[in-house]
């Protein structure tokens, strides 16, 4: 058996960094048995995803240093390898499952879905589909399709007993059939969702392993049985701890900087952001913190991964970015990385608009770059005092402003800028006070270029880690205190909306 394992991305946002680890572990396994890694994107979620995602999403993985023996951009036997292109053989699939009759066309609203599930919540039951289309006649189902109605195909599930599954770092897992719902298989629009779609391709494209995070464990159920109603073989599953913060909670870009690209621009090699993945959950039989992707593939053995949340350590991952840095570069690497990331033809084309109107000779360019080039900026609270708004007006100016950017989809000048204005309307303030606030915490200082171009060429990631060092600076923000503010929060967004 040839093993073969996948990625299976959802283009729908920045990349982010634990698709990276996912990606090496998946990655290594292959490797290590001289197997295939897969790349697949999963787009038929239609509103959410965007090419443009798909794309940072394979540039940044490229960026890391891995690579995929099959996927959207380098093809293979078993493609296309991008969901939207595949609509046909779900549909085809979706339909067999309905003739054995293990799937069904369900015609419930979403007024009738909502009443249901209304009901059941004040019974003090969990909210499932019932299974009332379940009990149509193939002939009624088939008349009520002909004659236009909507509806949704939805698989069944046992009424009772429990569904027995294996994952290979935890052995049998137990769950009662009761707490698995009729889930939508196709949607009213013809694509199917994320469970049929990753089933068929995992099957068709001849995974061996799945190699996930851990917030897909509860969908082993709905898959174990897809499996069984199409007669295939399962391939073995494996789910992998999800990265943490340093608090143990989920990986957020609330608390944590998430998107590969800030590591990129922030200035970090992709050997030592691998190199540290790495250790999420793994460790060299040796324990050595150092190591390469190649010396990883040479010892790894996935029955080695631990289960405990591991966490994702900003500091410990620059500690052994500086290890890379002195240790494994050559000079001559050391100043064409340095020359690639400061001064690449890329970056001074972003930058060149903004030089050509304020610099009359180069040696006036540092002083505008600096902010772009810097892993930080440096602030004292008195300069932040110095703008003159109150504390409590300086803290909600920049939490509000972290909570608009962080729910911005497009990261640009263009939606950028209306954002800033929202917070001052919400705030009542006019833009003139509440500009140098936002320059000072970009860029340091109250002359940058614009801080709308500043923060759409830092990026989200780098930008909200300076909004939210300037809060802090500023006197942070207590949990309580914070939880009121987003309850005013919450309210200018509805009356603003
Ligand atoms: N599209 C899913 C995701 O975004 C894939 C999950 C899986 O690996 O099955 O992570």
């Known amino acids: 058996m040839t093993v073969r394992t996948r990625i299976a991305p959802s283009p729908t946002g920045e990349p982010h960094v634990g698709t990276a680890y996912i990606s090496l572990f998946n990655y290594a396994f292959a490797a290590e048995h001289s197997g295939q890694f897969v790349l697949r994107i999963e787009d038929t979620d239609q509103k959410r995803s965007t090419a443009r995602s798909e794309k940072a999403i394979l540039d940044a993985l490229r960026w890391t240093g891995l690579s995929w023996d099959e996927g959207p951009d380098v093809g293979g036997d078993y493609g296309p390898y991008r969901q939207s292109e595949r609509a046909e053989i779900y549909q085809t699939h979706c339909e067999t499952l309905i ?10 609203s979403a007024k009738e879905l909502d009443a249901m599930r209304a009901e059941q919540m004040a019974a003090k039951q969990t909210p499932r589909y019932d299974g009332r289309c379940s009990r149509l006649s193939a002939a009624e189902a088939d008349a009520r399709k002909a004659r236009g109605e909507e509806f949704v195909v939805r698989m069944r599930v046992p009424a009772d007993g429990d569904c027995v599954f294996s994952d290979r770092l935890r052995g049998d897992i137990r ?20 469970h ?7 099957h068709l494209m001849r995974i061996t392993h799945v190699i996930r995070g851990e917030e897909w464990l509860p969908s082993a159920p709905k898959h174990q049985l897809l499996y069984q109603y199409f007669g295939w073989d399962m391939p073995e599953l494996c789910h992998l701890p999800l990265l943490r913060n340093p608090d143990q909670s989920k990986l957020s870009k609330r608390k944590n900087p998430t998107s590969i690209l800030f590591y990129r621009d922030q200035g970090y090699l992709p050997e ?8 999420m959950g793994w460790s060299m039989p040796d324990q050595r913190e150092h190591f390469t992707l190649s010396e990883m593939v040479e010892a790894f053995d996935i029955d080695r991964v631990s289960l405990g949340g591991p966490i994702f350590d900003l500091e410990k991952l620059t500690w052994l970015n500086g290890q890379w840095l002195q240790k ?4 001559s690497d050391y100043i064409e990385r340095l020359m690639s990331w400061m001064c690449s033809r890329g970056f001074f084309e972003s930058v060149l608009p903004h030089l050509k109107s304020r610099v ?7 002083q505008w770059l600096a902010p772009l080039w810097s892993r930080d900026v440096k602030l004292s609270a008195d300069t932040l005092e110095a703008t003159g708004l109150e504390q409590d007006t300086l803290t909600s100016v920049l939490q509000y402003l972290i909570w608009r950017l962080e729910a911005l989809g497009s990261w640009s000048r263009e939606t950028i800028e209306p ?14 006070e509440v500009m140098p606030v936002i320059f000072l915490a970009l860029s340091g200082s109250r002359h940058s270029m614009s801080v709308f171009d500043l923060a759409a060429l ?26 009121r503010l987003e309850k005013v929060y919450q309210d200018a967004i509805t009356t603003s909306s």
């Open 175 to 194: 769950i009662p059939w009761s707490e698995v719902d009729m889930q939508v298989l196709m949607k009213a629009d013809g694509l199917p969702t994320y």
């Open 328 to 331: 494994s570069l050559s000079d």
């Open 458 to 483: 830092l990026g989200p990631d780098r930008t909200r880690v300076r909004l939210r060092s300037a809060l802090e600076l500023s006197g942070g923000i207590s949990k309580k205190a914070l939880k």
């Open 99 to 108: 003739n054995s009759g293990h799937a069904f066309r369900c015609f419930c």
């Open 272 to 279: 030592a952001l691998l190199n540290y993945l790495g250790r």
């Open 360 to 366: 009359d000779v180069f040696s006036d360019a540092g």
């Open 419 to 432: 954002e800033v204005r929202w917070v001052c309307d919400a705030l009542d303030l006019n833009l003139r």
């Open 196 to 202: 049929l779609a990753n089933v068929i391709d995992d």
